[in-house]
Every structure is written in structure tokens, then in C-alpha cells.
């Protein structure tokens, strides 16, 4: 049976996950987790203990107190666990959208694979498309995985203004995917996600669900 518990409780689990996560102890990890269970749901797990303590790491990350392979490494741990633990973790979402992740017509990958197990850890089960992809090779993949969201990453400002002529495409085509971005030249500037034809953007991973349910709400 789930019980009620306090919200306070709620943030002393999410902080004891959290520093067990740096410690990158999967084994602790996982009993403790296991151990929730007997009293908490999928959901709590998930929307209470997991996504916090991955926010707070994304934020000690921005603020320069931690390296960005240990936010990689926290999420895919997560990431893991959740697969693991909770076979079909979709509390968060009441209708799942399909949601890809793509480096355009660039070759760092490593926030897009920071995204794809953050959304995993989350409950979703994103479609990593190949790194490099080019934006006739995306909109074919779109259509035939008919994608909701497409979350596109880039590091290079040249990349970045390659994703005008992908929205441009997708409209001509009628295509309602809603388009994310990310990466460097979105954080320097925050409006050219607007001017490359974006329906939003996010500064790192951990926004990635918020941003999702926003896009899913204003559709």
C-alpha cells in the first residue's frame, strides 16, 4: 500500500539519492531505491526523489562545482536504474510523445547523450538519431517515427543556423513536430532560437522534461 508522506521527507530522500549518485555507488544505489518502493510509487520515486536530485546536480554543474562527466555519469546511472526498476516508468506524462534527440549537421554529441538519459531516468524512451544526421536525413526520420518533439543540439554556431532550414522544411511539409534546441550558441544568445524558427530552447539537459510538458501544453 503507498503511504502519505511529508514533502520534507520527500526532500531528505531526493538529498541522500543525490549524494549517493556522486558517489557513483550503483549497489547502494540500487537497494535504496528498492527499498522506496515498499512505500512509495513509480511516480513519487521518479517525480519526488530522482528528477530533483538530477535538477541539483544540473545546477551545481552551471555554477562550476561540478564536471560535466559527473552529470553525465549521474544520468546514466539513473538512467539504469529506472530501466531496471520501473519496466514502464511513464507517470509523468498522461499521453507519452514520441521524442527524438539529434545532433544536426555537427558531431559533439555528448549533451544530447546527457539528455537521452536524463529522459530516461524521467520515464521516456527518446529515439537517438545518428550523430551528424543532416536535415533531409532528420525530416525522413521524423516522419517515419512520427515524432511529437525533436530535441536538436549543437555546439557550432554554423550548425545552429542550419536548423532554420529544418523548421523552414518542416512547414512547407506541414510537419507539426515541435522543435527543442540546445547547445552553446542558444546559451550565448537567447533569442536566436526564435530566429532559427525554434519552438523553445533550454540551457542543459534538466529542462528537457519542463520543456516538453510546456511545448505538449501550448500545442
Not at 19 to 43: A, M, P, V, W
Request: aromatic share 8%; hydrophobic share 40%; proline share 3%.
Amino acid at each position: 500500500m503507498i503511504i502519505h508522506i511529508t514533502e520534507l521527507n520527500l526532500n531528505d530522500l531526493s538529498e541522500r539519492y543525490q549524494k549517493l549518485l556522486l558517489k557513483l555507488d550503483r549497489i547502494k544505489l540500487k537497494q535504496f531505491l528498492i527499498n522506496l518502493r515498499k512505500d512509495l510509487s513509480t511516480e513519487q520515486i521518479i517525480n519526488n526523489i530522482i528528477f530533483p536530485a538530477l535538477e541539483k546536480i544540473g545546477k551545481l554543474w552551471e555554477e562550476e562545482n561540478l564536471a560535466l562527466s559527473q552529470v553525465y555519469m549521474s544520468g546514466h546511472i539513473s538512467e539504469e536504474l529506472v530501466i531496471d526498476l520501473f519496466p514502464e516508468p511513464k507517470d509523468q506524462f498522461k499521453d507519452v510523445p514520441n521524442v527524438g534527440l539529434a545532433v544536426l549537421e555537427d558531431y559533439h554529441a555528448l549533451g544530447i547523450q546527457i539528455i537521452a538519459s536524463f529522459l530516461k531516468s524521467s520515464g521516456l524512451d527518446p529515439i537517438l538519431y545518428t550523430t551528424g544526421i543532416t536535415v533531409d536525413e532528420l525530416i525522413n526520420n521524423l516522419i517515419q517515427d512520427n515524432i511529437d518533439i525533436i530535441f536538436v543540439s549543437t555546439l557550432m554556431y554554423r550548425s545552429a543556423l542550419k536548423i532554420k532550414t529544418f523548421t523552414n522544411a518542416l512547414k512547407e511539409k506541414g510537419i507539426k513536430t515541435k522543435v527543442i534546441v540546445g547547445g552553446a550558441p542558444f546559451r550565448f544568445d537567447k533569442s536566436l532560437y526564435k530566429k532559427v524558427g525554434a519552438d523553445a530552447y533550454g540551457n542543459n539537459a534538466f529542462d528537457s522534461i519542463k520543456l516538453i510538458k510546456k511545448v505538449k501544453e501550448e500545442s
